[in-house]
């Protein structure tokens, strides 16, 4: 996985089997080091300040929050299991885990760095749930089922699954246009 910063001049790349995220100038296109975080991390996002790294572990049901500068864990989150994806709202406020194991979505604080609840989407393992995003406003997010080829669009605030759009064989990456 792949995560920008808010300036677009720096890349975060996880390295899922070495246990480290590479930090990228890509101003210079050369690596400027590694953060050693450990575990299996994936999923990636970057806070709006761009201080902040939430890392999803495949290794472990939790989210980590590291200081961007310093590289130290800010906060270790609990979550479902296999928090494949993570995403922050638009607003900063809210970040999203896609936890492919329990087919469950955890919506956290962003400022105060806490689960706040955890919303079944898919149910089920078998469902492989994976890319979730924020759709065109920070109330509602999809979510890709790529074990059932459709894509769940969930209202956060209700808890509840709004719809379900059928996309074809496989799909797993979602994006939102302008």
Same mark, same amino acid.
């Given at each position: 996985?792949?995560?920008?910063s808010? $300036?677009?001049? &720096? #890349?975060?790349? +996880?390295?899922?089997? !070495? %246990?480290?995220?590479? /930090? ?47 590289g ?6 609990p ?11 638009? $607003?900063g406020? &809210? #970040?999203?885990? +896609?936890?492919?194991? !329990? %087919?469950?979505?955890? /919506? ?20 492989i ?40 064989k ?9």
């Open positions: 996985m792949v995560v920008l808010p $300036d677009r001049g &720096t #890349a975060y790349v +996880s390295d899922v089997a !070495a %246990g480290a995220i590479s /930090i990228v100038d890509l101003r210079t296109m050369r690596k400027r080091s590694d953060l050693r975080v450990g575990g299996n991390p994936e999923g990636l996002a970057v806070s709006r300040d761009g201080r902040e790294l939430w890392v999803g572990d495949n290794s472990a049901p939790r989210v980590r929050v590291f200081d961007i500068a310093s130290k864990t800010l906060a270790v989150l979550a479902d299991p296999v928090p494949i994806r993570i995403a922050i709202s638009r $607003d406020k &809210t #970040a999203i885990s +896609s936890n492919i194991g !329990a %087919g469950t979505l955890g /919506i956290y604080s962003v400022p105060r760095r806490q689960l706040l609840r955890t919303i079944s989407v898919s149910g089920a393992i078998d469902a749930q994976v890319t979730a995003i924020f759709a065109a406003s920070d109330e509602r997010v999809l979510v890709a089922e790529t074990g059932r080829n459709t894509v769940a669009e969930l209202e956060v605030r209700e808890g509840k699954v709004v719809r379900r759009y059928v996309v074809g496989g799909g797993d990456g979602v994006a939102i246009t302008p």
